[in-house]
């Protein structure tokens, strides 16, 4: 495309057409970088993407939240665009904040807490290379954000302490893993359609044991799901609808939280919409 | 920042910190260019953003449709990222498209159909300086799109014919008035929070006059608007209804209409969900 688009200009100044281009620059200075360093902890190599918000030069020591965002490769450039537009000054709705994506190495052993088998319609996968293998490796990727990403992002990017958690999916039954098992690691957690599947609701039988009555939780929290349970006949739906009955007859103490379905949405739209009603409610008594 | 980032970086290289980068680069490469160039339609150098999505190499001679956009500082970037995602293989509910952001240099002379210093609430503006001066150039404007945008676009891009013409505020208004005036320039429109209140409604009363019951149209329309008439007491709100039922009302032919009231956004974040709903209705029935 770009040498096709050099010579259209060429040929396009050679035949004098009614506009001639002046002036031909790439559209914008980059603000996003992608890091790769070795994790101790997961003995690999990782590759991260931090966005960091434009700051007024005036403004240099000024701090911002983090959102933590699993499967990067997929929606870092989403969430890049919706902070930026929605801390617009004209826009303001949201604090400006930084992005840092996860990128995935092996995605079903980082993101899901058990070793398991067993599939989204209840039934044993049993193919010798299946997707699903390795699996149950979530403790260890929390413990690498925790003690060896977040470090570096403080260390490195002006950062305040309130950080969010966001994920789709698997990264969505993460997040949720991780409020339930070290809550202290993020303010306020994102879940968009998370696979409460995974081996016989393991995640949502978890909640159901350390979520006690009356409990308090201190968190913010959004979740949602799409036309899962009606694409596929599954218990998406349903273990949804559970998830949020369980939250809300606890009376839990200090947990805010915001429960979405999108039934005209799919598994891959969902994450477009449910990152924006997020971030919006996140943020919905915020003023600057 | 840049600065502050590769200090930082060797900073942390030198007292070895947990982590260790091993690689820094920019996050991707440059897929948006801006080009300037003089319009004679308008006498002045106008600026222009475009957006190509990424090919694959065996399909270098693939077509495209593409969406002309108008206040393209403001909202270019987001139909990139959102054209972009929604045409993923495994999202896949719209086609790729081209994405041609045309920014702002006199806006409200480029995007208003007359002449006029009345405000949003009826009352004269008439303070010397008005920001509403020089106003009523939109035919022109429209000219320049049509005459020397579009060439340029079709002789320098691998386009198809379907063409989607997008605006916010006055760009809504713009949109439809183009709709009204000049309906052989698009397929599709796109009008978000439309400022219908210029000029005592001077758009709104062409509608009336123009699509008469019956009358074929054949456009994909969608237009939308949010919170504006509950927050300054202007008709804004009731101007959309009013639009809407002449619509509904006249059956016209070929007509595919949708209307969205999002009564808890704003003027500045309606675009968000307005113009992923628009999309998502244009391309309701695609299918790859």
Redesign the interface.
Known sequence: ?KL??KL??VL?LVFV????????????P?T?????????VLKE?RKI?I??PA?DSAY?DRRFPVLYLLDGESH???LS??T???S?W????IPKMIVVGIANTKRTRDLTPTESIINYLGQPDTVKNSWMKPSGGNKQFLQFIH???I??VD???NTQPFKIFGGHSFGGLATIHCMLTQPEMFNAYIAISPSFWWDHQYVLKLADKKLKKGAAVNKILFYSDANEGLSDKSTYHTNLLKFDSLLTKRSLIGLTHLYKYYPTE?H??SP??GY?DAL?FIYKDWKE
Chains 1, 2 share one sequence.
């Open positions: 495309m096709c688009y259209s200009i396009f057409f009614q506009l001639k281009a002046q002036q031909v620059e790439s559209y914008k980059v996003s970088v992608s890091i790769t360093f070795y994790s101790k190599y993407y966005h960091y700051v240099l870092f450039e989403m665009q919706y930026d537009y929605l617009r004209d826009v303001n709705v003690e060896e990403l470090p570096y260390a490195n990017y799919t891959m739209t477009m919409v924006y919006r």
